[in-house]
């Protein structure tokens, strides 16, 4: 009896597999690092074929912590980190470089060149994002540039380019299956957010062969069947993708305009649901295809801050002030209030709406009296900062009021963060029963694809909640926090 699902999640620093039935019912979850490169200051890669061996890895042990085999799994489900750019020999299947990760800011001055030639509002209409290093294209870009070769084999047609769900598509289908969904492509720079296609203009802009790109299929889609891939039958249909934020946002299951998500994993992404037609920030956030069923497209308003998690993981391996990422809530609930010390966690420049590349972390407000538990609770609530910034804007270009911000990732388990998270923002938080929402919602994707949920209302009803954190401070303090953290924000 094949009634399973096995969701992916290939997420910056890790591998998660979750095994769980139709009813939600967890019966394996397991978690694998790898290795993150950085060659030069700014820089960020990663192995792809260890990103490989990390998923069949992560599949194996899942299975066997589920005691099941692989006959049981009804379908495949991919989510991942998006922007992440990947680009392979067709006939080799092996990389031609290591794959350029979304912090990566190595094509700032490449950005900064074409802002100056005033190609931004060109790009910004098109694709409902900014000229920035983050996205895909000027990574693909530079690869065909430095990598001997590349651009040649390029035209001939002999590379493929991929962000992380298809490149883990590809490996999974044997090279049978060369496709995206929309929720990763209109990450790229090369997405028209109206059509749905790959732009001519664009592609033209940023110097890509379309030969590289891959086929765009909906959220639910017949993507490919695993073929050799260790520990799994042949045939296993992969039916379900979505970059890692628009899954979550699926998988919280804000199916209704103005229902919104924050992630918080290595960075944080805010995302709101703003209906089938797309709304274009005023402020710096973007726009991105939140899913598409059918020929029915969601779109949704996002705000990504590049660093929350990972602020917390440079306490832990930079400054080594905590010997794990769990310690720092009790160290930052010892102190009753920062003291004064704020941290603007501009680890990788600054993302929404500020979209500073060149910005740098800072801590200010130090004094003989400040401890590293001030510090810990600086880094918490920079990282809760950053959605006020982010959550203001998005409900004024929306026009929506946001009644309640559902979270999810790592860091929502923090209940200090979470609390400080809805004094600041003056809304309620509701955290859920599963946390793993990114991965639960390439789940939903791929139960839709093959019939397991037959509708978003079916889903709608398997959502649980766990706890809600309501706002405790007084407005005058949320305002007098507020006006410091963006005084505090502008140095940076």
Excluded at 152 to 174: R, V, Y
Aim: charged share 20%; net charge positive.
């Amino acid at each position: 009896m094949n009634d399973l699902i096995l969701s992916i999640d290939q997420g910056t620093t890790g591998t998660t597999v979750l095994i769980l039935d139709k009813h939600l019912n967890l019966l394996a979850k397991k978690n694998n690092e790898f290795t993150q490169h950085y060659p030069q200051p700014g820089w960020v890669e990663h192995d792809a074929e260890e990103i490989w061996a990390s998923t069949t890895k992560t599949i194996g042990e899942a299975l066997q912590l589920a005691s099941i085999d692989g006959n049981r799994i009804a379908c495949i489900g991919i989510t991942n980190q998006r922007e992440t750019t990947t680009i392979w020999n067709r006939h080799t299947h092996t990389p031609i470089h290591r794959s350029i990760v979304w912090q990566d800011r190595r094509t700032a001055p490449f950005c900064e060149k074409l802002k100056k030639q005033g190609k931004a509002p060109k790009v910004r209409s098109k694709t409902g994002l900014v000229l920035d290093p983050y996205f895909s294209g000027t990574k693909i870009r530079w690869l065909l540039d430095n990598v001997p070769g590349a651009k040649k084999e390029a035209l001939e047609g002999h590379l493929a380019f991929g962000t992380i769900d298809t490149w883990l598509l590809w490996k999974l289908t044997n090279g049978a299956s060369h496709a995206t969904d929309p929720s990763n492509a209109c990450r790229t720079l090369l997405l028209n957010l109206k059509t749905l296609k790959w732009d001519e203009e664009l592609l033209k802009l940023f110097g890509i062969p379309s030969s590289l790109l891959p086929e765009i299929k909906p959220n639910a889609s017949p993507f490919g069947v695993t073929k050799n891939v260790p520990g799994l039958p042949d045939g296993i249909p992969i039916s379900g993708m979505a970059g890692d934020q628009q899954s979550a946002l699926f998988g919280q299951a804000c199916f209704d305009v103005g229902e919104a998500k924050c992630t918080y994993g290595t960075g944080s992404f805010l995302l709101m649901n703003v209906g089938t037609k797309p709304v274009y920030s005023k402020k710096g956030l973007l726009t991105s295809v939140a899913w598409q069923l059918g020929n029915k497209i969601t779109y949704a308003l996002e705000g990504s801050s590049f660093i929350a998690g990972a602020a917390v993981q440079w306490l832990r391996d930079g400054l080594k002030i905590i010997n794990s990422s769990s310690e720092i809530e009790n160290l930052a609930a010892s102190v009753p209030d920062n003291g004064g010390v704020y941290f603007v966690p501009a680890l990788a420049g600054l993302g929404a709406p500020y979209w500073n590349p060149h910005a740098r972390g800072m801590i200010c407000g130090l004094t003989r009296g400040a401890t590293k538990a001030h510090l810990a609770r600086a880094t918490l609530e920079g990282i809760a900062f950053q959605q006020l910034d982010i959550l203001e804007i998005m409900q004024k270009d929306s026009g929506k009021k946001c009644k309640a911000l559902k979270v999810d990732g790592g860091a929502c388990a923090n209940n200090l963060m979470m609390q400080f998270q809805a004094d600041i923002l003056g809304t309620k938080i509701v955290r859920p029963q599963t946390i793993e929402t990114t991965a639960l919602g390439a789940a939903f994707l791929a139960g839709l694809g093959v019939g397991l949920w037959k509708s978003q209302e079916e889903i709608r009803q398997s959502w649980k909640q766990d706890h809600i954190f309501e706002p405790q401070i007084p407005k005058a303090k949320r305002e007098s926090l507020k006006k410091k953290w963006q005084e505090v924000v502008k140095k940076a």
